[in-house]
């Protein structure tokens, strides 16, 4: 009695095909896809991409700071020593600060836009707070702790390209 007997293939021969020969049997029987349509973001996961999509604008959208501290100007800061600061106000995320005025500071968390005039942000655990004023005496450097404009991604930017398979994180 055969070994494949009962199984329905006992006249079929099963033979190996070279790598190279496969593919080009299955790249021949492959279709094009021509069609395009348009759908509800909702309904795109696992669809594959069309076209490439550009950002239409710069993430972040304005400077901001990348954590909780106090935005200042450097030109205020004293070379060596302490430096004194008077808080003149508070800036949440979503919320937009008045122009920082010489010799003062701006209460700041992160996300929120950095206020005209100021041009580093010092986190809050290197500041002591003493009423309306702040005391530090660490380095600070212009540009410190804030997260540019279109740092992230930039106007016309390419975030996702055209036969993109659309997973979550790209919805």
Do not use: H, W
């Not at 942000?121 to 212009?142: H, L, P």
């Not at 930017?157 to 036969?163: C, D, E, R, Y």
Request: hydrophobic share 35%; proline share 5%.
């Amino acid at each position: 009695m055969s070994d494949q007997a009962g199984c329905g293939c006992d006249s079929v021969e099963q033979k190996l095909v070279p790598y190279e020969e496969a593919l080009n049997v299955l790249l021949e029987q492959a279709r094009t896809v021509s069609e395009t349509e348009r759908l509800p973001l909702n309904d795109c996961l696992n669809r594959v991409l069309a076209q490439s999509i550009e950002s239409s604008i710069d993430v972040p959208p304005a400077d901001n700071t990348s954590m909780d501290g106090y935005a200042i100007r450097t030109d205020d800061v004293a070379g060596s020593g302490e430096t004194v600061l008077r808080i003149n106000q508070r800036i949440a995320a979503g919320e937009t600060g008045m122009f920082l005025e010489p010799g003062t500071a701006a209460r700041i968390f992160t996300g929120a836009p950095i206020p005209p005039g100021a041009d580093a942000v010092i986190m809050q655990e290197q500041v002591e707070v003493n009423g309306e004023n702040i005391c530090f005496s660490v380095a600070v450097k212009r540009g410190q702790n804030i997260r540019l404009a279109g740092e992230d991604i930039k106007i016309g930017q390419t975030v996702v390209s055209a036969g993109t398979r659309l997973r979550p994180q790209d919805l």
